[in-house]
Each structure stands twice: as C-alpha cells, then as structure tokens.
C-alpha cells in the first residue's frame, strides 16, 4: 500500500504515533517537505515530489538524502540533527521509530528554541551586532575548513554560473505578472548577463584563489538560531550545484536577508566582519551581484508554492506576496537605486491604509508624519490633539518641521539603496517636489501614490476614526480646510504618478501600485 504525502500530514499528526507520546504535536509543511514539532523533537519528512533541481520520488532516494541531510547539517549544527528514523505501517496505523519494513523515513532532530531563531529575534529588534560579528566569525570558519577541489571549483566558474541563473530565468517565466512583473524581469536579466560578461576575469580569480567552497546553500535568518554555539540549519543536500559556490554568494544571501528585514546596518556589521575573517579582499566587488541572485532564487522558490495542491489558500497568498518582496529587492541590486514611496491625499483618503500595504508587500521603512510629528511635540503616537485647522501642532510651521524629519529619515534609507514609504498628505507642489528632490540626489526612483476617494466616504472614515483608536487626529472640519488648501499635482510622469481610488478593494489597489513598482 502507497503512503501518501496527506496521509503521513495527517497520521504524524498524533501524539500516540511517536514512542515518547508528546502531550500535541504542531505540523509546518514547505513545498519538499512536511515537519511535525513532537516534544523535544522535530521529524522532517520529505514529500515524494520531483521538481526538477530536487528529486524526492522514490523511498530509496528520500532515505539517502535523509542520511545526506544530517551529515551535511552537522557540519554547522553538531548537537541536534540525531539522525535518521524509519516511519512503519502496523495494523493500518503509521508509527514513527517502530520496528517493522519502512514505508518512509523522517530526519529526527532536537528542538531549538523559538525565541533564538535570528528572523524571530529581527522581528524583535532584539538582534545585535554583536551577535552578526559572532555569526560572521562561525561562517568564515567554516568556509576556510569546508571541502574544495577540482571539482567543487568547477561550479564557481562562468559555465555554472550561467547555468544557475539562466534556470532561475527560464523558471520564473510562468510567474511573470503574478510575482515579478516583464519589466523588472527583463531588467534583472540584463543586470545579471551583463555583470557576468564583464566580471568574467573577477570570477577567474575567485576559482584560482580557492575560493569555491562546499557551502551551507541556504543561508538565511530562518535558519540561524542564536544559541551559546550559534546552530546554522537546514543546508542544501538535494543539490550539489546548489550548495557549491563562491563563498561570497553565501555571505551575500545572508545580507541580502537582513535587507530585507530591513537591518541594513546588520547587513553591513555581517560583511564587514566577515570580509576582516577571512582576508576575503575580493568579495567587496561580487556581493551586489550575488545579493540580486539570492534575491531572486528566494522569489522564484516562493512563487513555486502557487502550484502546490496541498497549500492552503491563506500561505499560497502570503507566498505570493513574499515572492514580490523578494523580486522587488533583487530589482532594486540590478538598478543599483532605492525607492522613495510618496503618499498624497487628504485625511480620511485612506492613504495610510494603502501605505501599511505596500509596506508589507514591499518590505519598505514606513514613515509616519502621525507619528513623527508627535514625536517632536513630546506626545506619544497615540495621544489625541485636536487643533483647529493650520494650528498648534498643525500649524504651517510644525508641518515645515515634521515633513523635514520625514525627508531626514527616508534620506538614511535611501542612501543604502533601500525602499522608504513617506505616509502624509502632501498636499502643496512645494512638498511633493522637496520629496523628489531628495529621491533624486539619492538616486532612487520615486513614485507618488495619490489616494482619492468620493467626499461622502472619506467623512465617515472620519467619524469611524474618531471613535476608534487611530494615530491620525483628521476630522471632517480639517479635511474641509485641506480641501481648501490643496494644489493639483503637477510635474511627474506617467512612471512617477499613480491615482487610486480608495473606495474600492484594498488588495486591488496595492495590485494596481505593484504593476507600476
């Protein structure tokens, strides 16, 4: 009898299939794999599937690279991959570490600690410098003690190089205008050809000065946990080709993920102690170019969750979205600028809801006039002030010097190639130019969002507002006098300016946004 993928997610779901009988057991799956958090343990199953650069279809495949999987892993994770267990059949149930002929195996491993993982501590603003520095000392090690030879060189040289990012384009294809649009598709493509072609000697040198390793593969923040000895996980063992490379390609997907978090200072703190590690004096040159790839491999890995009957409808959108982060940065590495989101519209327009949006579908800082405006008054966020229209805290004067802090804070972020969200009404030429003026000596694209919605609608949000616990203090009698008050937009392109029209489906009008990004 076949066992199944959903059968395996739904009997490894119970505690009596496990001979410690955990009190639950929770259960993740991925797209190769289905994961079951019994206790103390973690079983890692992989799903029967060949998708191409993996191939998990037969049991004695999967077995195998179960045993490739752990011995791989504790090369950086010593103490917790435990090894390798069987998964039987016995009167019509599936119990794990039984005796009996296998029907699957699962790597068994210790449980780590949740609150250490390096994303989890990131969301926390909790990570440190400190603790990149420590990480940056335990990969440069590794990499100077990790495999080399004729034939893991071999993958660092330009045949390889081209082979791997030529796959990513032809398999991104069918996602094009659901997770990356044409344009920036056929951008990142140019960047990549292009740098290849003229670093062809750059990655010459890095073959003879032994610097293609046997890496870890799949370096991310998910994948470190900051314990006394930091534990770095879950390497690639489906794929040679994907775990060889340039040592540089491993400290760039690293940064590149801290980008996205939006630590670039991390980023740089990664790199830098790193680069002082190993003596690395080249790699300064090929981490743009490796932090575009990584980008992009993490985008297209997540867009090929859409095809996966098994994923909830609920994850296949939270992948999609991610995907699109995922592009967006790695377009921002090949056009070498950031991006300054300017929000225009009057209160009650919805235009902070549409900022909270693209906030998390492009991982951008979001800067809050509400916020930073009672911030220099000494309130907190959400204190209420009332004032009369163009008074107190409000007053031409107090907007000069709030619209100043905002323009201060996005010019830091831009100046890292980074994306910033300016969320305020600019509603004066004057306010909307100074913006683009400093997208300009930034570099960065900018793109002014104009939120409008019918008058009716945007008072009722209003008093809606008033009585619920919002940051803004708009009111009808201050959006009369911003009605008043406003000047046409003038000035900017087609590619510069995008009207939307709130009234209508939030998720509609951030799609509308990301065509134009």
């Not at 040592?247 to 939006?262: I, K, P, T, W, Y």
């Not at 900017?492 to 009008?509: F, G, R, Y």
């Amino acid at each position: 009898m076949k066992t199944t993928a959903e059968e395996l997610a739904g009997a490894l779901q119970l505690p009596e299939a496990y001979p410690h009988r955990p009190e639950s057991v929770g259960f993740q799956q991925t797209q190769m794999s289905l994961l079951f958090f019994a206790g103390d343990y973690v079983y890692k199953v992989k799903k029967p599937v060949n998708l191409g650069y993996l191939d998990y279809s037969t049991l004695s495949d999967r077995h195998r690279l179960c045993l490739r999987e752990v011995e791989l892993n504790r090369r950086l994770c010593v103490d917790v991959y435990l090894g390798v267990v069987p998964i039987v059949r016995q009167s019509g149930h599936l119990l794990v570490e039984h005796e009996g002929e296998p029907v699957e195996y699962a790597v068994k491993m210790r449980r780590l600690p949740q609150d250490r993982m390096l994303d989890t501590l990131l969301s926390r603003k909790l990570a440190t410098a400190g603790m990149m520095e420590a990480t940056a000392l335990k990969v440069a090690a590794f990499h100077e003690k990790s495999e080399t030879s004729d034939e893991v060189a071999a993958f660092g040289g330009i045949t390889t190089i081209r082979q791997n990012t030529d796959e990513n384009f032809e398999q991104t294809a069918p996602n094009i205008g659901t997770t990356i649009t044409v344009a920036n598709h056929e951008m990142i493509r140019a960047f990549t050809n292009g740098f290849i072609e003229t670093n062809a000697p750059l990655f010459s040198e890095r073959v003879r000065g032994g610097r293609i390793r046997d890496c870890h593969g799949d370096l991310h923040a998910a994948h470190i946990c900051m314990t006394d000895d930091i534990c770095i996980y879950d390497c690639i063992e489906f794929n040679d080709r994907f775990r060889y490379g340039d040592v540089a390609s491993e400290v760039a997907f690293l940064a590149m993920d801290l980008d996205r978090l939006g630590r670039q200072d991390l980023s740089r703190t990664f790199v830098s102690a790193y680069q002082r590690a190993s003596a690395d004096e080249g790699i300064e040159a090929l981490i743009p170019f490796y932090k575009c790839y990584r980008a992009f491999v993490r985008g297209k890995v997540e867009g090929f969750k859409l095809a996966d009957p098994l994923m909830p409808e609920e994850e296949r959108r939270a992948a999609r979205r991610l995907a699109r982060r995922y592009f967006h940065l790695a377009a921002g590495y090949a056009s070498g600028k950031g991006l300054l989101v300017v929000m225009s519209g009057l209160t009650g327009s919805g235009k902070s809801t549409v900022a909270g949006e693209l906030r998390e579908l492009l991982g951008c800082e979001l800067i809050s006039s509400d916020v930073v405006r009672k911030q220099l008054a000494g309130l907190s966020p959400t204190d209420r002030r009332y004032e009369p229209f163009g008074e107190g805290i409000y007053s031409e004067a107090w907007t000069e010097r709030t619209y100043e802090e905002m323009l201060r804070q996005a010019r830091s972020v831009l100046s890292t190639g980074g994306c910033a969200i300016l969320d305020a009404a600019f509603l004066r030429e004057e306010e909307r130019e100074r913006a683009r003026q400093v997208a300009e000596q930034a570099s960065a694209r900018v793109l002014l969002v104009e939120c409008v919605a019918p008058y009716e609608v945007m008072v009722e949000r209003l008093v809606k507002r008033q009585a619920g616990n919002s940051l803004s203090d708009g009111r009808p009698e201050i959006l009369d006098g911003q009605i008043r008050s406003r000047e046409t937009v003038a000035g900017l392109s087609n590619q510069e300016h995008v009207t939307i029209d709130t009234a209508c489906d939030p998720a509609d009008l951030v799609e509308e946004i990301w065509r134009k990004i």
